[in-house]
């Protein structure tokens, strides 16, 4: 049967949208199906001119492009929508809903984080045939083992330690590196495993400054006299709660708050020279892994079968080696990272300091 | 109680190993104890000589190195040892026994793909209290869901199929790229939806050089005149079994063959002009990825806890997000593609070609 | 006054042909002037088909990509072309004459080799206004301090080094690394002086086998078990020239012959496990390095004035600082490395052997 | 002649140090010399105990790596020595001298910047035979053509456009990159024109916020919704000097500040979400590269031969093909970026808005 399916991208970006992109629109084309892509994510569904045919030559070579050739936004939420000057959001989920009948639509496949998902469940209720496709950097989504993006962010932040690791050394300086992550601190536990760092800070484990400033001192008398130390951008120093300034419309996002204010203390009490670093989009939109751009093709072929089986309103998932399906409902609980990870226990084993002792 | 350990590394040497080095270093000085490495794999402990002491200092920065600090070889089976110049083996396993006992060690671990496994439990039969490592860069031993040495191998592949793919399409060539893989063809497969290869040859599924020719002429006529085929070394042309010169001792390995072959039948039927080329060590010796980097990491802390636990006879093994053990009799299974694993239905979908229609 | 300028990229690609297109391109937008692109080199004027519009959106992203989207060909002489199949070149360089007044054109720019250069200087003198932009991966051109495509190439065999460098040493072996290089050997040179090797053999200075044995065995004497050797395809070893199967039109291009004859040679004589292995497409194809785009860019940007300025029968050329033009007559003799080069001379101060003593 | 030589690296860090170390100490090697390293640049020369002699197997595998083996400091002058917690810079020199003559050496190569330079000079005229090795990732002395570090600074920060392009694609935003280059503005202008920039401000045009502004809608109105703008840290915005904390003993030293203030101006004047990313010391530490390694290792060389010859007082300097040296009186002046540069030309010829106009 000859049917049209849709796709879109919401959220942050995030290495391997594209690669979803183009696996979905192959194994669509291959069925003999049409694809459209709906730019802007859900936004784009209130207005049918903001869709492209997605064809054989428009998804030539993107796959280990990172970004999204369909553009992506974080207030596309059609429930809540609020135009760019606007303050008061609208509920337009209507108008999507009959933006997709219609297109002609059979299907819509949505890549995003848990926002997006919330957004695809309650999409679905109002009677939407939907596929979700999990995308978050953080690796926080609940519902899959891992998710692409992921792997890429790590590599990037592993390869960042990589190159600080030797002007620290050469200068005998303490290096505070940034890292995402404000719920779940999964790219700096893995990034500072793989980096060798001397201290990792997660939002998981509340950090006690003055620990991190004893190792630091431990590894200077033990004739070690650089640290590097890696925090995910939501590490609570003290107990505190970070603070932070959030994006505002047309404005300027401020990163950067805990590195600087974690090295502002460790040069205060240790008198070292310590250095603050915040990684911010480098993480985000370099080309995917090899592995993420798998991860991203097999979810995006997986996410046209599951068109094809007629049942909706779920997310594919990996647990490996197989792609799944939860249902939408269950997909966007947040995944922190468990205080007996093999991961945690083996940083603990690397006598790399978490922040608690 | 103070212990004294000792670490081997044996068999091809895979990205990682360093790594996995470091981290039970690491992890047994942080117990107190002390750590041994020894040389050349088991052939080391044929001589008591062959073993360095692993302090802080010189397994430093070595996590992100290539190769073994500690070399290795595929010639120290102590059950069948044969020296250099050498051609009958000899049983030396109770000379490594005795070495064992007299260097005053409490556990062996030992870092190795199947055949080390296999020599592994035999020495624990023999009394030594051993745990095992796994290690393959073709991911083909059952016991673990992933080890080390593989991600890295197919970013290499992976890389190397992004380079080739411009030069392909500028001067309309088809190229056929060899990858590791003698019985088992993960690294072919991954490495081809991650690389967008056109064709990917494992040795799981017998090629018809027939339909590799469709494939490329069909390209042909729909205005792609270039065409990237991606064939593990042990991919069987025509349903033959490859022949290959193996290494002999001292002498030259030949590789290259099935890419050599097949480029030459592939320029012969379909007119295209062809070009093989064989990655080789290259995906061997480079620094591992992020990735690899951490489960390495987690294989050597995890293996120094098993030997505080006191269970011997086990390797460490990846269930993710988990790392347990399984007992070595059954580690050194081989692993090979399952028809319907999940990527490779995702290359079916993406209209890749297997070889087989 | 508004002009109208074509530009075809010739012979075998190189890492910022698409730089050059899109930095030209710019240039001559700027100037309110058309621009065409021929495609497959100059046997794209022979078709008035063969030319496509560069506009500013299908030259966008492209400046960091490997090969040409105008695609290229080493068979598009004019002078002597010769149809796939035939096998009496003719002369149709009237045909590209007539085809580029037909076209409306005020001006050609060709990128290519010193092959490309000669044809551009005999169209120059059938009254085409032309200027010549040289790449040469070799490095091996005359007219320029040095051009697009080296670095890139340099890199990709330093790399290559940089992961055989680890294996090498853990299995105590020799390795055989041919890099491309028939006449000029700078690829060898400087990735073997960057990548650490050990033999360096080049073109330039014919190769003595024993000379090279004994370095090995001199490091085997001083406890280096391994040795990295990197060889142009060109090198002569024992004083022969170096027989080469030439590509056959549709055929196999046999490549590996220096590398492959020298291991064999080396495990003889000196009893090492001695692997081989050749770089080929893998030193084209990749995405050019930073310097390579700047001086890809530089070149299409001079280029522009250079047609601007109405001089022509020139071509650009690097002359550090500056991109000056020099006679397309002049311009396409060999560049072969000196004896007395300072890299040369740090090779062996460095003691590398250049395989003569 | 039996010889010892000493080496040490001052100021900041630049990838390729260790090439430098490593090529010097095996050219003095060959010709059958002593090394010593002198830790921590000039004033490891304070105190005798500063020195480790540099054997075949402490510079093993160091070219490849950032940093340098022998540490650095930017508190290094002995003509104004202020140590650590010190207020009052004394003149120290005349211990350098002795404590040069009692290690018994015969000279003294010195790799550093600007200052380094400086006082090699005045230790020169103070009797020691002194040859002069330059370093600066800005590539901003004036003596030689370049040196190494600056490739490498530029490919980080060219890779990080490479980077940013797709997400502000993406997410239809501008981005200001701030990168090295206080005086000098040839980073930001190399890694501008390499990664495509669409702006790029450097310290040598004082930069006119609204025509950058205007670049940005200009883009805006023909359908590109993002921009990536390239910031030297020493741009100076609507004329000012930039004004900047300066790292204080102990402190914590800020970078950001073009960056961050310019992104505010553009949200503001434009709407557009605007962010800044800091590259920092992440241009600094990495792995030199291939082009990097080898002008370092010719510098290295060269520096020995330098001291065959018995002439000293001076310094290396590359002037493409040829290392000669100049006059370490004259090497030390500032070069900053011609307004004619060829490479400026060619940004404008591309329609990069350089912030004049």
């Known amino acids: ?36 892509g709906v730019r802007r994510g859900y936004a784009g569904l209130l207005n049918t001119e ?49 933006n997709f009948r219609q297109l002609g639509l059979d299907a819509l496949l949505c890549v995003g984080g848990d926002g997006s998902m919330r957004i695809a469940h309650k999409l679905h209720q109002k009677g939407i045939p939907i596929v979700g496709i999990p995308k978050t950097i953080d690796n926080d989504l609940s519902g899959t083992a891992v998710t692409f993006g992921f792997d890429t962010a790590v590599k990037v932040a592993s390869e960042a330690l990589d190159s600080l690791h030797p ?29 060798g760092a001397d201290v990792i800070l997660i939002p998981e484990i509340p950090v006690n400054v ?82 993420d751009r798998i991860i991203a093709t097999r979810f995006g072929a997986a996410a046209v079968r599951q068109v094809e089986s007629g049942e909706f309103g779920v997310m594919v998932a990996l647990d490996p080696p197989q792609v799944l399906t939860v249902p939408l409902a269950e997909a966007s609980r947040m995944k922190t990272i468990p205080l007996d990870d093999d991961t945690v226990l083996t940083a603990r084993d690397l006598g790399i300091c978490l922040g608690d002792e």
């Open 1 to 36: 049967m000859k049917r049209c399916i849709a796709i879109t991208t919401g959220g942050g970006d995030a290495p391997g949208l594209n690669a979803v992109i183009r696996a979905a629109a192959l194994a669509a084309h291959r069925r003999g199906w049409e694809v459209l």
């Open 210 to 291: 003055d620990a991190v400033c004893r190792k630091i001192q431990e590894r200077e008398r033990s004739g070690r006299h650089f640290s590097l130390v890696v925090a995910a951008e939501g590490a609570r120093l003290d107990g505190a709660t970070v603070t932070r300034e959030e994006a505002k419309p047309g404005g300027v996002e401020r990163l950067g708050g805990v590195a600087e204010r974690l090295a502002e203390r460790i040069a205060e009490r240790t008198g070292k020279e310590t250095r603050s670093l915040v990684l911010g989009h480098l993480q985000r939109g370099g080309n995917p892994t090899a592995r």
């Open 167 to 195: 002007t620290a050394e050469a200068h005998e300086r303490v290096f505070v590196v940034e890292v995402m992550g404000r719920y779940a601190g999964w790219i700096a536990l893995h990034a500072g495993v793989s980096g």
């Open 50 to 98: 903001e869709t492209i045919p997605l064809t054989r030559d428009n998804i030539r070579g993107i796959a280990h492009q990172g970004g999204t050739i369909l553009g992506t936004t974080n207030r596309g939420d059609p429930f809540a929508y609020c135009e760019r000057g606007e303050t008061t959001p609208r509920d337009r989920s209507d108008e999507v809903v009959k």
